[in-house]
């Protein structure tokens, strides 16, 4: 078995060329070897070692092929997507909140009353959303995508903590989001809030592992 893997390790190592994660590459896909080639311990035939590997893990070509293919998918472009992605729901939610306040359209209106009549769906896809950009950077960038996780969530988080502050100090009149802003629903909205980096790190802890 420790032929198999350092045969696997040198053929991906010089798949990867001079790819510039490299030997954090190298080291994490020895790690997985050593868990995977220990449940694998009582099969005696080394093509059938070989062949539950290369099903679980991926031919070292394969390996390879992906991490320069993510290349291409920068940290930044990522991050901004993401940012971009929460600006555009809080500028969206605020234009529709300015409308049903200021034109009096009965289908608006209706519109409204549907959507605030559902309040914890629109908390729990909004933590979807969080959790769909931990699973995300945690595929695309595996291991190396914990720093960018935290940048992203921080800053893709200020627009929801000075929607927060304006709401809670009463800057913004409550009485625009009504019957939805209610004392309960504003504590439950802080709760989630708190709730969100713990989703955000679960999901790319999940996401990463997704990723081998």
């Given at each position: 078995?420790e032929r ?10 010089e798949s990867?060329g ?6 954090s590459?190298?080291n994490?896909?020895?790690g997985?070897l050593?868990e ?6 009582e099969?005696?035939?080394e ?24 290349l291409s998918?920068?940290?930044s ?11 555009f ?5 605020g ?13 608006l ?8 009549s559902?309040?914890?769906?629109i ?18 960038f ?16 200020l ?22 802003l ?6 439950i909205?802080?709760?989630l ?11 790319y ?8």
């Amino acid at each position: 078995m420790e032929r198999l893997k350092n045969d696997f390790l040198s053929v991906l190592a010089e798949s990867l060329g001079r790819h510039p994660e490299r030997e954090s590459i190298l080291n994490e896909y020895n790690g997985h070897l050593d868990e995977l080639l220990g449940e694998l311990w009582e099969l005696d035939d080394e093509k059938a070692i070989r062949d539950q590997v290369y099903s679980r893990l991926g031919t070292p070509y394969e390996i390879a092929a992906m991490w320069k293919e993510e290349l291409s998918v920068t940290p930044s472009k990522m991050k901004w997507l993401f940012i971009a992605l929460n600006i555009f729901f809080f500028a969206g939610g605020g234009l529709f909140t300015l409308a049903h306040n200021l034109l009096e359209w009965r289908w608006l209106s209706g519109l409204w009353y549907q959507l605030t009549s559902v309040p914890i769906l629109i908390a729990l896809l909004y933590m979807l959303f969080w959790a769909l950009l931990g699973y995300e950077i945690g595929k695309g960038f595996g291991h190396k995508g914990n720093r960018l996780m935290k940048r992203t969530f921080i800053l893709a988080l200020l627009p929801n903590l000075t929607l927060m502050v304006l709401t809670v100090f009463r800057i913004v009149p409550r009485e625009w989001f009504s019957p939805l802003l209610t004392e309960t629903f504003i504590a439950i909205c802080i709760i989630l809030t708190i709730l969100l980096y713990p989703v955000c790190l679960i999901s790319y802890r999940w996401g990463k592992k997704a990723s081998v």
